[in-house]
């Protein structure tokens, strides 16, 4: 049940963060872009393909989860209840990692 408007300093805090997730998601999906038009003027290996689709994949992924993240604090600031907890820090850093890996591998192989 929602009782009363939390304070407009949260809610412009949370909107500047939700916001700054979204920033973070288009960087990665303008990254992933942009390595799969350059890779296609000097040639491409299945790894950097890969990593051009993951970085794509994952700022979709980390832009709907700070959209889901955002509507949550939203409700629990309005509600009076503790805040979630965040998860796309881990998501970012375990598809960063991931994508790391895949692209070291390709360039061994």
Do not use: K
Request: proline share 4%.
């Amino acid at each position: 049940m929602v009782t009363e408007d939390p304070d407009y300093r949260y809610s412009l805090a949370n909107e500047r963060t939700y916001l700054a997730w979204v920033r973070t998601a288009l960087a990665l999906i303008a990254g992933g872009i942009a390595i799969r038009i350059f890779m296609s003027d000097v040639g491409s290996t299945w790894s950097v393909t890969l990593a051009a689709i993951g970085f794509t994949v994952l700022g979709g992924v980390l832009a709907l989860t700070s959209l889901v993240h955002w509507g949550r604090v939203q409700r629990a600031m309005q509600r009076g209840e503790p805040l979630p907890s965040q998860r796309a820090p881990m998501i970012l850093t375990g598809g960063i990692v991931l994508l790391a890996v895949i692209v070291l591998l390709g360039m061994l192989v």
